[in-house]
């Protein structure tokens, strides 16, 4: 009955401004759905600029300052068995070459690797829309662009042009398309010993190529794996570090989106403790009443307790619909020339669960206000001066 009495005299009391009441939940509605939306919003754009940036390239790079190293293997076995952080662990040959086409000669970069160790970084073989992998020695993959350019078919031999002006015959075995014509253009894929071959390196390969968990701390993956490699000649580099410019743009859009999620939450705030602080004024007659009937402190402070929970409960409910709303209209009509999303924005329950209970509790807590002014009331006073 204690707890009865306060719920029920707190709905009545929203029930007597229902004008006021509509106006506040659907502010809260607006307010939530708008700074979960713009939370969503930042975290796709985060993505979409990251994925671009390192798109088919590696978050880390292991390279000798000598060109070269041959103790790979431990090096690679090291970093798989002492950094789990680490999913991807690709050992590399990379080597500028020509491809001859007539009388010219067409700049490319010769890449050989292990195809089952790039499947994070690259994904080749969902790329391969026609043919096969490379498996034996001097097989290659070509990238779309450069095979039309070329007049070349899956089973076509094109002979290819080293730094030291050799010419090494190589068979096409399949096709690939990473959409991004640059690279279709450059790469020529072949697996590792052939790379090798291609360049006279023995056993040795140029890089080691890392893919972290979460890309934005491979500068801090990259320092531990640097305290431990072995070789004195090796360095490590990270996209981080190469592309300073861009992590600070996603640093400072991260704090203007945090600024502004604070202040939507501070306006929806405001309004909550706006209408309480209302009520307590509109309904001191009511309360002083009720006070001299018999109602305790704590059961009168709880009246506006409830009307905190009961406007926040219903003001929430009503954000989901709305950001339902937000994010399918989002993706169906911020789209690119090719009807793809410009930016991809997914649904982070997670963020959503704690951005809703961060305002839950805050909006929880603007009740104390009004609730100790409550307390404060003298009914006689009250009753005298209504």
Known sequence: MVVLLPLKIAWRFLLDRKLQTLLVIFGIAIGVSVQIFIGLVSQGLEKTLVNKVLAYSPHITVYSKSGGFSDWQKEADMIRSKFPEVEAVSPTVNSQAWIKLGKMTIPILVRGFNISDTERLYNVSAAIYEGSSPVNDNEVLLGKELAERLGVKVGDEISILTLGRQTVTMKVVGLYDFGVAKINNAWVISNLTTAQSFIGFGDKVT??????????????????ISSVLSGEELALSNWKDQ??????????????TLVIEFFIMLATIISIINILTINVFQKSKQVGILKAMGLTDFSSSLVFFYQALLLSLVGIALSLGFLVVFLRGFNRYIVTVQGLPVVNVTVDYRFIGLSILIFFVVSMSTAIFPALRCIKLNPIEVIKNA
């Not at 890089?207 to 531990?224: N, T």
């Not at 592309?243 to 203007?256: D, E, H, R, T």
């Open 207 to 224: 890089e080691i190529e890392l893919e972290v968990d979460d890309p934005f701390q491979a500068d801090v993956v990259s320092d531990q």
């Open 243 to 256: 592309n300073q410019l861009i992590v600070s743009a996603i640093v400072g859009q991260k704090l203007v």
